[in-house]
């Protein structure tokens, strides 16, 4: 590869990720319904013609924010399971439960921080486009399976219910990231991110009528 090459390769790189640092701006503070490709053009600071050149519909956009915010979940998590080799080889093992948590508590954060794309549940172009991008399914596979290792852990080790499906688990760790909650309780302005995160936290493996959270403390496990 030439000099001119490489200099133009690298000028795409930047194009792409600034219109999918736009994508994933607007995605997460009108959704996907709202955004719109002039929109995405605007805050990428390009023509919509060049933009179409490297993405070439509104789904693309779209998959491109999500296969960009899985890697950094699977980042996070690999993150994650490094740590907790090390600690088990110090002696001091870490509960797959508290993994799990952590997990949680980072794409809530996520949200809260607006770089969590929000996407419709129900819209067929999408969820084909979505289907179909090699890239997002091989990432969401991926991370699914890293999840679903500390869910089977927990499940056994009786810090989960045995009997639910594992699969309900996996779609309820799933669900906070995307979780209208953390909005809602953030636009009110009378609480912080982390009063906010450690009440879902709490909620969603213990329950309603589980142990109360304080403010900036974890629930006890």
């Known amino acids: 590869m030439n000099a001119r090459s490489a200099i133009k390769e690298q000028i795409q790189r930047v194009r792409e990720e600034a219109i999918v640092t736009a994508v994933n701006r607007l995605l997460a503070t009108k959704g996907y319904d709202a955004m719109t490709v002039d929109e995405v053009a605007a805050e990428a600071g390009m023509a919509k013609a060049s933009l179409y050149k490297l993405f070439t519909s509104k789904e693309e956009l779209a998959g491109a924010a999500m296969v960009g915010v899985l890697d950094r979940a699977l980042a996070f998590v690999d993150g994650l399971r490094s740590a907790a080799d090390a600690a088990a080889e110090a002696g ?36 084909a486009s979505l289907q179909s991008n090699d890239a997002y399914m091989d990432r969401l596979i991926a991370l699914s399976n890293r ?7 927990a499940q056994t080790r009786g810090q989960l219910p045995a009997g639910l499906p594992a699969e309900l688990v996996l779609y309820t760790l799933f669900a906070r990231a995307c979780d209208p909650v953390l909005g809602l309780l953030k636009e009110s302005g009378q609480y912080s991110d982390d009063q906010i995160i450690d009440w879902v936290t709490g909620t969603t493996f213990y329950g309603l009528a589980g142990p109360a959270v304080a403010p900036g403390a974890a629930p006890s496990a």
Do not use: D, F
């Open 92 to 127: 001091q093992p870490i509960a797959a439960l508290e993994q799990l948590k952590a997990v949680v508590r980072w794409a809530m954060r996520t949200q809260l921080e607006g770089q969590m794309p929000s996407l419709p549940a129900q819209n067929s172009n999408l969820s």
């Open 147 to 153: 999840l679903s290792i500390w869910i089977t852990e």
